[in-house]
């Protein structure tokens, strides 16, 4: 399994026109797509501005207010599938993507083919809250937005309290709790926001980021299976369900899942998004630019794209431009981890050393429990000789990840470093640092076991380790044998000055009293 931060964005606000997706009466399929739920791609741009609200991945940012508070009842209580005057509508993603209706279009259209059922179950009502639920919910999503996390969780409470359909404000719950590191209650308030509103995409997909975060991709694609089985006509889950088996490694379902998606709507972003990636990781990198070209003139501006746009290029070994691209999903997104992640570990490829400790503090400051963040955080200030934050560093990451082999291997080549830099002038703690990393490195082997190849650098590392050691032994040593030398011949000198001056003194002393 590969590994993977998964998407990050902030919470949800009350201003979503397209947060609870329209359908058609006919075939009630969801087709909101696209970076922002607010439906405008300038919401990239603050979000860059913004980014001192970090969140876990899986949740979004707090949209704006309106100026009228009707216009937020109207979005809150858009209608869902069946209901008068309400249409698929098959956007890229906001404004900048186009649109098209769905009944506008025959299904025969689509260059994925014709949808294999126009059936499937009809999706559930999301009912908007109201009253003292809707005034508390707006109050923790103002909280949120000006950094008061604490007393946005009482807020969220208050309107699930009052309000046990407030299936948003479990959510938020769930986004906050993973924000402060307890991703167990997250889960937790996810779930329950899919028990009050089964086919939620997004908290499906703030759950499928956790297990993802965790090792658990195989949980997540089981997870996700019978949500998706059952709820056809929302592309969103389809989209998160397909993200799921790619991160699983298997890419070959992912592209089944997606396509079957897009016969019901050919410009949905998420489920394009789900054919490149797994066809990039697939290796056909031709392939998925062809698609990603397609997604891209639906909408350029969404940042996702752009990041695999740059995976894409990086892939082909065209580097300033992998570089160029996560410079544009950040800019789109400020808090996309992935596209930090990425970019970062390019600029310490290139020796770029000051930056990427930027990226990466960015990174672990966003997802402050992947352990990856920090292990590559740690390598960037050990490249810029910040020996105490890149241990803290790296003591964070054997904290949240107690048999990580990498961070003892990676720890091992600082303490090799620090006891270089010391080795003429102060070999004891030269030799004690070596000494600390060959303990390392024999921590690495020994979590490894039989996942070593044969060529692991490890051991050359080693026995390059205890060469020093056994080196800068026998020079402390000559060192001491020396000092001791020098100790002695002080001290006989001074006692030869010692006598010689006591003798002289006597003689003077008799020669006075004699007069």
């Not at 397609?294 to 070994?317: H, S, T, V, Y």
């Not at 402050?368 to 050990?382: F, K, M, S, V």
């Not at 054997?398 to 720890?411: C, D, G, R, W």
């Not at 402390?476 to 010689?500: K, Y």
Request: aromatic share 4%; net charge negative; glycine share 10%.
């Amino acid at each position: 399994m590969r590994s993977s931060l998964t998407l990050l964005c902030l919470l949800i606000g009350l201003t979503t026109v397209t947060g609870c997706p329209s359908s058609s009466g006919s075939t009630g399929t969801v087709t909101r797509s696209g970076a922002s739920d607010d439906g405008d791609d300038s919401a990239g741009g603050e979000r860059a501005e913004r980014g001192e609200l970090e969140s876990p991945p899986g949740s979004r940012e707090p949209e704006p207010e309106p100026e009228n508070p009707d216009d937020m009842m109207a979005a809150e209580e858009e209608p869902r599938e069946g209901s008068a005057g309400t249409s698929a509508v098959a956007d890229g993603g906001g404004a900048g993507g186009g649109s098209s209706s769905a009944s506008a279009e025959t299904p025969a259209e689509s260059p994925w083919g014709t949808p294999d059922s126009e059936t499937g179950e009809r999706l559930p009502e999301r009912r908007p809250m109201t009253g003292t639920a809707l005034s508390s919910y707006r109050d923790g999503v103002r909280l949120a937005a000006a950094g008061d996390l604490t007393a946005a969780r009482t807020r969220f409470r208050a309107a699930l309290d009052a309000d046990s359909g407030a299936f948003r404000a479990a959510y938020n719950l769930g986004v906050l709790a993973d924000r402060s590191g307890d991703a167990s209650g997250a889960l937790d308030f996810y779930r329950q926001a899919l028990r009050i509103q089964p086919d939620y995409e997004r908290a499906l997909e703030g759950i499928v980021a956790i297990l993802v975060r965790q090792g658990r991709a195989t949980e997540a694609v089981s997870t996700a299976r019978p949500i998706a089985e059952r709820w056809v006509r929302n592309l969103d889950i389809q989209a998160v369900y397909g993200r799921a088996l790619v991160e699983a490694d298997r890419e070959s379902e992912a592209v089944d899942v997606a396509r079957r998606a897009l016969r019901r709507d050919e410009r949905h972003i998420g489920c394009l998004r789900v054919l490149i990636a797994a066809n990039l990781s697939l290796g056909r990198t031709e392939l998925a630019q062809s698609i990603l070209d397609q997604a891209l003139a639906i909408d350029a501006n969404d940042p996702e794209l752009q990041f695999l746009r740059a995976r894409a290029r990086q892939d082909l070994g065209d580097l300033r431009a992998a570089i160029e691209g996560y410079r544009r999903a950040i800019e789109l997104r400020g808090d996309y981890a992935d596209a930090r992640m990425a970019l970062g570990l390019l600029l310490l490829a290139g020796a770029n050393y000051t930056e990427a400790v930027e990226q990466f503090e960015a990174v672990s400051r966003l997802v402050p429990q992947e352990p990856e963040a920090h292990l590559n955080l740690g390598d960037a200030y050990r490249s810029t000789k910040n020996w105490e934050k890149a241990k803290a560093s790296f003591d964070r990451v054997i904290e949240l990840s107690p048999n990580n082999a990498q961070v003892h291997f990676n720890l091992g080549l600082m303490l090799m470093a620090r006891g270089t830099e010391l080795q003429e002038t102060d070999r004891p703690a030269a030799r004690d640092f070596f000494t600390q990393a060959r303990d390392e490195f024999s921590s690495y082997r020994s979590l490894m076991a039989s996942r070593l190849s044969r060529d692991d650098p490890s051991q050359a590392y080693l026995d390059e380790v205890g060469r020093t050691i056994d080196r800068l032994t026998r020079a402390i040593d000559r060192d001491r044998a020396r000092a001791e030398r020098e100790a002695a011949r002080a001290a006989r000198e001074a006692a030869e000055a010692s006598g010689g001056g006591g003798d002289a003194g006597g003689a003077d002393g008799s020669d006075g009293g004699g007069g």
